[in-house]
Nanobody, 125 residues
Framework: QVQLVESGGGLVQAGDSLRLSCAAS????????MGWFRQAPGKEREFVAG????????YYADSVQGRFTISRDTSKKSVYVEMNSLKPEDTAIYYC??????????????????WGQGTQVTVSS
């Protein structure tokens, strides 16, 4: 089992950058595929980015491709998402999640077993 705690959210202006962090507890962090999801008010939770257990593969939603970068540091049991050129439509609660699926990076929330509590990102225009 793994517990996840996100941090780094906040209020920024359009065009700014923000880095979210997710700290994991548990001894098997390196065996999980990690993902970031977000949920805006009144909308479904959607996939943002994912990274494979060994860090070799990453996958992004079309809406953030080229602006967001996901990474992980196994020694720190942490996963990050660097968000650049933020837009008002990026405003949402951002969640870190862990999946036991290791052959591919899953993009559906049902494939992720563990979730953090979320961190709010607000981008003003």
């Amino acid at each position: 089992q793994v517990q996840l705690v996100e941090s780094g959210g906040g209020l920024v202006q359009a065009g700014d950058s923000l880095r979210l962090s997710c700290a994991a507890s548990g001894r098997t962090f390196s065996s999980y595929t990690m993902g970031w999801f977000r949920q805006a008010p009144g909308k479904e939770r959607e996939f943002v980015a994912g990274i494979s257990a060994n860090g070799a593969s990453t996958y992004y939603a079309d809406s953030v491709q080229g602006r967001f970068t996901i990474s992980r540091d196994t020694s720190k049991k942490s996963v990050y998402v660097e968000m650049n050129s933020l837009k008002p439509e990026d405003t949402a609660i951002y969640y870190c999640a862990a999946s036991r699926t290791i052959m591919v990076v899953p993009t559906t929330k049902e494939r992720y077993a563990y979730w953090g509590q979320g961190t709010q990102v607000t981008v003003s225009s």
